[in-house]
């Protein structure tokens, strides 16, 4: 597992542009037949990927958790962004088909990833943090829950959110969790943007050809820059920095949250006009 230590704001204004992209994007995960996974010291976030193909992978328990199992003292929000596969979580079986989800509570071991399809393997998609608590294992159905529309196709960020691990649904002791997808013609995500210092936030974005990028603004909301990402690359998101940004075509993005409050419109919005 990587570790990986995030800048601070005043670090940030200096660096380059590969030492930024080094520091808050994750580029290469989801390679076949791995179960890849990096350690942030950022809330103590742990992302990841299980690509399973050509057999099934168990998530590991690293040594730098120093812990009995991986989620001895975690819990674990799952995505399947790929083909259909499924979780075995303990003693249970959880079909995921594409874009469902699965939350994975504190003490479940093992845990092991497999694919319906080896043509068309699932491709997992994972984020923990710290739990001081259990919560019981759930499966998420996106199509059973009802998104929150918001923005425009005037302003080009028509877009569609649910919400997957969150206070008023599947519960979780930290995790928050969900997705965003973009109609056809929008392209921007988290526009007007906010910052909250009470909880970091990782994006995944996927659903991009080869060819398209998105430009993903961060930084404090008067000294922003922006990384190019491609498909199923992850940003981090400290507290201090702004999380937007604009693709080449529309797109979906998961969105994850960590830190003290779970509560999804504790933010400190952003005017556009205040932007730098």
Not at 38 to 48: A, E, K, N, P
Not at 109 to 125: G, I
Not at 128 to 142: E, G, K, M, R, V
Request: with cysteine.
């Amino acid at each position: 597992m990587k570790v990986l230590g995030l800048p601070d704001s005043t670090r940030f204004k200096t660096m380059s542009t590969q030492e930024v992209r080094d520091s808050f994007l994750l580029e290469s995960l989801f390679v076949p037949d791995a179960i890849d996974l990096v350690y942030v010291d950022l809330d103590r976030t742990v992302i990841g990927s299980a690509v399973p193909v050509s057999q099934d992978l168990i998530l590991p328990n690293p040594l730098q958790l120093r812990a009995t199992s991986f989620l001895e003292r975690r819990e674990l929000g799952v995505l399947n962004v790929g083909g259909p596969g499924s979780i075995t979580a303990g003693e249970i079986t959880y079909p995921l088909a594409s874009l469902n989800a699965l939350y994975i509570g504190r003490g479940t071991t093992p845990v092991t990833f497999r694919s319906d399809d080896l043509s068309n393997p699932a491709n997992f998609y994972l984020l923990s943090y710290p739990a001081h608590t259990t919560y019981p294992t759930s499966l998420i159905d996106l199509s059973t829950e009802v998104p929150v529309t918001l923005g425009s196709a005037e302003t080009a960020n028509h877009r569609h959110i649910s919400k997957l691990i969150h206070l008023e649904g599947t519960r979780s002791c930290q995790l928050v969790m969900g997705v965003t997808q973009l109609d056809s013609g929008s392209v921007w995500n988290t526009m007007p943007p906010h910052t909250h210092m009470r909880r970091s936030e990782v994006y995944l974005y996927f659903d991009l050809s080869s060819a398209d990028r998105i430009i993903h603004l961060m930084g404090p909301p008067q000294e922003t820059r922006h990384i190019v990402v491609a498909n199923k690359q992850v940003i981090l998101s400290p507290g201090w920095s702004v999380h937007a940004g604009i693709g080449t075509r529309n797109y979906k993005f998961c969105w994850g949250m960590g830190g003290e409050n779970q509560v999804y419109s504790d933010t400190d919005p952003v005017a556009v006009s205040e932007l730098r």
